[in-house]
Every structure is written in structure tokens, then in C-alpha cells.
């Protein structure tokens, strides 16, 4: 299974190499930022909320400008430099010292990550025929699960509040590693060039994203995304977390590893879930997204009414709603990307990935906002009946866009050959 999801090209095969590599360095410090700037660098709770809070707000505002910058220069332009720039970030993380350095470093971050994963996208979707991008897609999300998993492991192992160096040491380690997709790059000379010689007059009219919106599968697949991850990537880390904890009545540590166990379900499950779905609606697999999700919460649900009276089921309840959750990733993983770049222009190629990208910037800003409030009422059961109810209704939304597809942009039938774009060296 992992021979047929690797692409044809070997590019692309050295890309999602420098994804697995970088990975491991972003799990080295993806759990602990608020512990080490709040319990190492003593900033208070409000001071490292804020500061997380305007790394997504900086984030989501230049995205649009990353993938305006990646139609016109190439998306090879736009990524080396925000490689250099997050690495420069990520190290300095190691020397913040008050709430002022933390924003001015938290800033920085937040430019170098605005487009690259538009950037790194748009690079892995010209290298890849829109048969196999479903494949390769999935592949690249299954390792970067692995890359993560595997610094948590590392860090987890290393970091202690004590001793401040362990955290300088993983933040500086995870700066070196996002060097890597760059030096990849630098190898790669015919990658990542601008994919057409002169925007087309469709491109020209409107400014770009006013051609991007008018596209009515996209914006119908945005609205989608957008009601989709609001409620459910966007809920992992507030609304899961603190139901568990206050309603369900479980200890942090069973939410860790109700999330190693998300891990796990992706890794393992990914490869088979890819080859399952070849074939198959793209439309109808996002339909299904949404009511694995729904299950995935509705199983929450049903342990807070356990809670405490049964202290082994309800943890097993948390675990299991991670787990459904996690299957549902790796059906949306694969097909999200691949639907967003068959609808994509190469002239506009950048744009639609950023767009795409910006979904999950903005639920992260909502998700967490709404989250608290619904938690607040009714011992949490609002939030249940709101985020299962959100989506079914993501799920309903997936099914009206079929009609709005052919057959080629669904996966129902083989896509015609077609020629690779040849990158204009610019």
C-alpha cells in the first residue's frame, strides 16, 4: 500500500520526505508552548493567550497575500524564504524573556507560516496528475502524524520545567528541522517555478480571489470546510479538552492519551483508508467525514453521562471518541486537497490553496470562542447537540456540491491524461 500511495515522480517522493523530517521537529514542540511561556518564561495564562491568539490572528490576515505572491513569483519564491523565516522564529523562541519578545517572535512566526502550506501544497500538486494527488495527499498527512508523533515521543521524554535548557534545546531542534524541506528544495532547481508564463485575463479581472469566489463548487466546498472544522478540528483543543476534563471528569493524562490514540488511528489506518476511497465520490467520502465526526462526539456525549459513575468506561469513552475522530481525518485528508486542486486554474493555483488553507484559520478563531460559552450551559450538553448538529449539516453541504461536479472532479471516473505544466523559470 505504501509502494501504490508513493507518487510517480521523484520530486514529489523527496518532498514529502522533507514533510517527515520537519514533522518531528514541529512534535518536539507542539504540546508545550503555553507550559513553556507560561510555567518557564512566567508570562501569566492571559499574557500566553494572547500571544498564541495573535500568532493565528497574523496567520490568517497575510495568508491571502501568500497566495497572491505565489501565483505571480512561483510557489518556490515564497517558500524558501518562509522556511528561513519560521526557522528564525522558532529559535528565538528559545531566547524569549517577556510578554514583548513573545509577540515580536510570535509576529515573526506568523509570517513565515502564512503561506506555507498553500506553497508547499501548490509544489506537491504540480507535481503530482490529478490521479494520484488523492493518493499523495493522504500519504503526506499520514507522515505528518508520524513526524509528530514521534517528536512528542522525543520531548516528552527530554522536556522538564526545571531545567529551562531542555526546552531552548527542542525549540532550537525544531528550527533546524524546518531547514530541511528547504535544502530539499535547493536540490530540486525545476521545482516549484511559476506554473504559467502570464495570468489569464480571467486571473487579471478582480483582483484574483473575486475569480477564486465566483467559482461556485469551491465556494460551496469552502462553506463545507468552514462549518465542518468549526465543528471539529477546531474543537480538539478546547471543547474535547475541556469537556473531558470537567464534564466527563477524566484526568489530563487519559486526554493525552486519548490524542497519542488519534495518532496511532491515522498512521495505521491512513494507507488502507486511501485505497479504499480510490474510485470512489469525493463528495460522498466528505459526506462521510461529517458523520464520523458526529459519531466521534456523540461517543463523548454519551461518556459525560457516564462520568464519574463509571470512571473506566468514561475514559474509555474519551479514547474512543479520539480514536472515530482520527478515522475521519484520514478521510478528509486525502480528499480535501485533491477536490480543492481539480477545481484549481494553474494561474490561480496558489490562491485556491490558500483560501483552503484559511478555513482552518478561521474555525481555529471561532471554534474556541464559541466552545467555552456552550460548555458553560446545560453541563455541557449544548455544545454536544451544537457540534454533532454542525456536522450532520457539513455533511449535508458535501452531498448538495456533487451535482456541481463532473464525474473527473468527483473521483467517480479516471481523469484524461494530461500533459504535466511546465514551470516557467522565471
Same mark, same amino acid.
Given at each position: ?73 512561483? =510557489? *518556490? ?87 529551562? @535548557? ?10 533546524? /528541522? ?33 475569480? @477564486? ?59 488502507l483508508v486511501i485505497r479504499r476511497m480510490e474510485g470512489? /465520490? ?12 458526529? =459519531? ?90 451544537v457540534v454533532v448538529g454542525g456536522c450532520l449539516a ?17 473521483? *467517480? ?14
Open positions: 500500500m505504501l509502494r501504490r500511495a508513493l507518487p510517480a515522480r521523484p520530486e514529489a517522493r523527496r518532498i514529502l520526505l522533507g514533510t517527515l523530517l520537519s514533522a518531528i521537529g514541529r512534535g518536539l514542540t507542539l504540546p508545550f508552548l503555553f507550559i513553556y511561556l507560561t510555567d518557564v518564561r512566567g508570562l501569566t495564562d492571559n499574557q500566553a493567550g494572547l500571544v498564541i491568539g495573535w500568532f493565528g490572528a497574523v496567520t490568517l490576515a497575510l495568508s491571502p497575500l501568500g497566495g497572491t505572491l505565489i501565483d505571480r513569483f512561483g =510557489a *518556490r519564491r515564497v517558500v524558501l524564504p518562509c522556511l528561513a523565516i519560521e526557522a528564525v522564529g522558532t529559535g528565538s523562541l528559545a531566547l524569549v524573556d517577556s510578554i514583548g519578545t513573545a509577540f515580536a517572535v510570535s509576529t515573526l512566526i506568523a509570517i513565515g507560516g502564512s503561506a506555507l502550506w498553500a506553497g508547499q501544497t501548490t509544489i506537491l500538486a504540480s507535481l503530482t496528475g490529478d490521479g494520484e494527488r488523492q493518493r499523495v495527499f493522504g500519504l503526506q498527512f499520514a507522515l505528518l502524524n508520524l513526524g509528530i508523533g514521534v517528536g512528542g515521543l522525543i520531548s516528552g521524554a527530554v522536556v522538564d520545567i526545571a531545567r529551562p @535548557v531542555t526546552f531552548q534545546a527542542i525549540y532550537l531542534l525544531d528550527a533546524l /528541522s524546518y531547514l530541511t524541506p528547504g535544502l530539499i528544495l535547493l536540490t530540486l532547481p525545476h521545482v516549484g517555478h511559476r506554473l504559467v508564463q502570464a495570468p489569464t485575463a480571467a486571473a487579471r479581472s478582480a483582483g484574483g480571489y473575486l475569480t @477564486v469566489l465566483r467559482d461556485r463548487p469551491f465556494r460551496r466546498l469552502v462553506i463545507f470546510g468552514l462549518v465542518l472544522t468549526t465543528c471539529g478540528y477546531a474543537q480538539i483543543e478546547v471543547g474535547f479538552t475541556a469537556y473531558s476534563v470537567r464534564v466527563v471528569e477524566v484526568t489530563p493524562r487519559v486526554v493525552a492519551w486519548a490524542l497519542a490514540c488519534n495518532t496511532v488511528m491515522i498512521v495505521l489506518s491512513q494507507l470512489r /465520490s469525493r463528495t460522498r467520502a466528505l459526506a462521510g467525514v461529517g458523520a464520523v465526526f458526529a =459519531a466521534a462526539w456523540l461517543v463523548l456525549g454519551a461518556a459525560g453521562l457516564v462520568g464519574t459513575g463509571n470512571a473506566l468506561v468514561a475514559a474509555l469513552g474519551v479514547v474512543a471518541c479520539a480514536a472515530i475522530f482520527g478515522f475521519g481525518e484520514t478521510m478528509l485528508s486525502p480528499v480535501m486537497p485533491a477536490l480543492t486542486n481539480a477545481l484549481a486554474t494553474d494561474e490561480l493555483r496558489g490562491r485556491y490553496n490558500a483560501m483552503s488553507s484559511m478555513i482552518f484559520g478561521i474555525s481555529g478563531i471561532i471554534g474556541p470562542v464559541t466552545a467555552g460559552p456552550l460548555l458553560g450551559a446545560a453541563h455541557g450538553r449544548l455544545w454536544v447537540a457539513a455533511s449535508a453541504l458535501a452531498l448538495s456540491l456533487r451535482p456541481l461536479l463532473t464525474a473527473a472532479q468527483d473521483g *467517480r471516473t479516471a481523469p484524461a491524461p494530461a500533459a504535466q505544466p511546465q514551470p516557467v523559470v522565471a
